[in-house]
């Protein structure tokens, strides 16, 4: 069973740039969550969807972040302008449902220079 | 605010030593997670825990929840080099979000 894929791996960008992170949870997994996380932290919840819909994004910082999971499959991640305490590991996880096993990509290394 | 809090932080050891890693809050949750996360890569699930007194274990983990699903503590015997990487608790509550623990950062020297 193929897993979560995020692209890209790396992103080096300057600030007050732009970014774009992309997430293909895994087939027929409903839940799918953007994590960011801090070297040395835990991950942090940026926004959680159920199918399309947007179940929490409490600590979404919405000035300057933007998530969409369109048909409820793909999703995309993205910053603008992008500052220097945005660098940062963003993880995408997807599961069956809400509260259940998570299933973790490999994440984007974005640093912000 | 971390709702949920893991101590130690850091923890190195010598290989053959026992640990436990401890995962507190002062919210109920409806199950709770453990996951290792190795450099490089997403966390990955070790155990699910769901009833209060819950005791589970793998292999050389044991896993506990607390009887009043607010705490967890994981507790590995005869640590290994190969056991080195971070461990993190994530506790779903009501609403079903995921939230994650501070992190347990092990070193297992040989």
């Known amino acids: 069973e193929a897993g979560v894929a995020q692209s890209p791996r790396y992103k080096i960008i300057e600030k007050r740039q732009s970014v774009a992170f992309w997430c293909n949870p895994i087939?027929?997994?409903?839940?799918l969550y953007w994590y960011q996380q801090i070297l040395g932290q835990g991950p942090k919840l940026l926004i959680q969807?159920?199918?399309?819909?947007?179940?929490?994004d409490s600590q979404l910082p919405k000035d300057r972040f933007s998530a969409e999971r369109l048909k409820g499959v793909d999703s995309t991640l993205k910053i603008q302008p992008a500052k220097l305490e945005d660098s940062a590991v963003y993880l995408c996880?997807?599961?069956?449902?809400?509260?259940?096993?998570?299933?973790f990509g490999q994440g984007t290394r974005l640093t912000v220079v | 605010t971390q709702l949920l809090e893991q101590s130690p932080q850091f923890l190195s050891i010598q290989e053959g030593e026992n640990l436990t890693v401890y995962c507190n809050s002062s919210s109920v949750f409806s199950s709770l997670q453990w996951y290792r996360q190795e450099p490089g890569e997403g966390p990955v699930l070790l155990v699910t825990v769901v009833t209060g007194g819950e005791v589970k274990k793998l292999k050389r983990l044991t896993f506990q929840f607390g009887d009043a699903r607010k705490d967890s503590s994981l507790h590995i015997t005869a640590a290994q080099p190969g056991d080195t990487g971070l461990y993190l608790c994530?506790?779903?509550?009501?609403?079903?979000?995921?939230?994650f623990g501070s992190g347990t950062r092990l070193l297992v020297r040989p």
């Open positions: 969807f159920q199918n399309n819909g947007v179940v929490d």
């Open positions: 087939s027929g997994h409903a839940t």
């Open positions: 994530a506790g779903a509550k009501s609403s079903y979000k995921l939230i």
């Open positions: 996880a997807s599961s069956l449902g809400e509260g259940l096993e998570a299933f």
